[in-house]
């Protein structure tokens, strides 16, 4: 007896140090979807200088921001059919693919191209890991965890553009790309070795119309939020084409989905009240992020003249707080099995802070503007991992990838929709006052230049103010549309059951409900 005891001691001690192993994995993976295109930034005025082709600039994100939003769907229904291990190391091993010719290429043609494999490949990556820790660790039991992942998430905003221009400096922008191949390497080999999840056989075939049609639908909302209003004019034949072809293919797709047999979204995952609204929640939560991180350092630049070298350290505020908060929501989620309070206080959070940032003006110091958004980023620490934890609680285990990869498309699409809006609106009100100011021709003049902290102050005097106050006047509006739709999330929110969350825990025998499934593949770890 005594033997048995000692045995299930040192198994339970085992078990925990194999999570974290796989999560180190998964961690390291989720950086390298994450970093990719933060390093890329920094290093595209270099890339553009050698490889020519500025007219094709923007497609270098686009190509990799399309396939990845139209490959994760696929992603996680691959998995769901096939098991979860063999999906996400082919994913890992197309994305180094990727990365590799991408810092191979040529020209510019070449390079659009292969960021396109790299975003196929990043579509698994971010899927992989999100279904892999529904699939190893209880609902009841993630919140230890959620630290992990918001800190992997900060590490990649602050520490992208500082990497991206040290290793373009120094290594030549090629490295850019090529930094993944160790860090992939390592990824690969630590799950392949440790992940042992039970093999899948698959009953049904893959669906292939709705794969297709879900990709069309996509593909065409991603471009009308990407060119619209900037590369074609919003009532242009172009954007009113796509918007057609996104609407038309959006039906045909819920009706394909309707008759196949192994659908790549399941419809049935939306009968779920809380799956539906943490839907909802995560596409805002994606919409004020995005906004937050691409406007923010533009006004400090701008406005209150910070160094665009250091620019993913101006949002140190909102990650930390959204990183401890994270944290603090994780614990408490895990040891009292409670999680309906963090939806509504960090709805009410990510409202009150975005309309106290688009309070902000030209006199505001960059201590005020940390204040504004560390309450922001508190709001988004509540949510952030909340939200998937509450979707993937939300369906059967059978379910599991495209649970986690419809909440991680939503948070996408709601990150493409808060930059195209944001920025339409931005670019509307900042061309508004410029011309309010400095008269239509002086306002155009102005706003062909690059307008960083060093160009501006080289400027005249009332040119430079005209256009602090006219990045003012677009922060405040643009920060103003977030909190109006954010408030959408903070009603929502209140709609949120608690549903008992799976797993272990002190309450593991009232709040797992008999759900066997939720816990057996801990089994199959390798001890």
Known sequence: ????????????????????????????????????????????????????????????V??????TAASTPIWGKLGDMYGRKGSFL???????????????????????????????GAGGLMVGVMAIIGDLIPPRERGKYQGMMAGVMALAMIGGPLVGGTITDHMGWRWSFYINLPLGAIALAMVSAVLHLPKKKAQGKIDYLGAALLTVAITSTVLVTTWGGTEYAWGSGEIIGLIIVGIVSIAAFLFAETKAAEPVMPLHIFRSRNFTLMSVIGFLVGFAMFGGVLYLPLFQQSVQGASATNSGLLLLPMLLSMMVVSLIAGRVTTSSGKYKVFPIVGGALMVVGLFLLAQMDTETTRLMSGVYMAILGAGLGFLMQITMLVAQNSVDMKDMGVASSS???????????????????????VTDTMSERLGPQAARAAGSAQLDAASLAKLPEAVRDAYQHAVAAGTHSAFL????????????????????????????????????????PQESFSH
């Open 1 to 60: 007896m005594a033997l048995n005891t000692k045995a299930a001691e040192i198994s339970e001690e085992v078990k925990p140090r194999s999570v974290r192993v796989v999560l180190m994995a998964l961690m390291i993976a989720m950086l390298l979807a994450m970093l990719d295109n933060m390093i890329i930034g920094t290093a595209m005025p270099t890339i553009v200088g050698e490889l020519g082709g500025l007219e094709h600039l923007s497609w270098v």
């Open 62 to 67: 686009t190509a990799y921001t399309l396939a």
């Open 90 to 120: 082919t994913s890992i091993v197309i994305f180094l693919v990727g990365s590799a010719l991408s810092g191979m290429a040529q020209d510019m043609g070449q390079l659009i191209g292969f960021r396109a494999i790299q975003g196929l």
């Open 407 to 429: 909440a991680t498309l939503f948070r996408t699409l709601g990150g493409s929709f808060g930059v195209a809006l944001m920025g339409s609106l931005f670019t509307s009100r």
């Open 481 to 520: 549309l977030g909190a109006v739709i954010a408030v959408l999330g903070f009603a929502a929110a209140w709609f949120v059951k608690e549903v008992p969350l799976r797993g272990a825990g002190p309450a593991q025998g009232a709040d797992a409900g008999g759900d066997k499934a939720a816990q057996a």
